[in-house]
């Protein structure tokens, strides 16, 4: 099965409804930034969290440019997690000139 993805511009409303954003980049990374409301759940500790991903919903997986964040999500959604994967990760949530959040906070 096809892992869906969304847009930037898709991630922004949907965070605005309040989806569940993950963001599977190592921890440096998402303290040097990350989108804000986004939780950090590392890509090697997915197998061990994939609670985490559960939210009623779609929850939405970002790392910085998209790769590792597809490999969450298949594995997620071979376990019956609903994803979807945010198209160019970080790097095109900052190209599209929208803020990031520093720190190890969501926001």
Known sequence: MAIPEVT???????????ALVVDVRE???????????????????VPD???????????????????????????????GVSVANVAGGTMAWVMSGRDVVAGDQPL
């Open 8 to 18: 930037v511009d898709e991630l922004e409303a949907a965070l605005a409804a309040g």
């Open 49 to 79: 969290s994939a609670d985490a991903f559960r939210s009623g919903g779609t929850t939405l997986v970002i790392c910085r440019s998209g790769g590792r964040s597809m490999k969450a999500c298949e594995y997620l959604s071979d376990r």
């Open 27 to 45: 921890t440096d990374e998402y303290v040097e930034g990350h989108v804000p409301g986004a939780v950090h759940v590392p890509l090697t500790s």
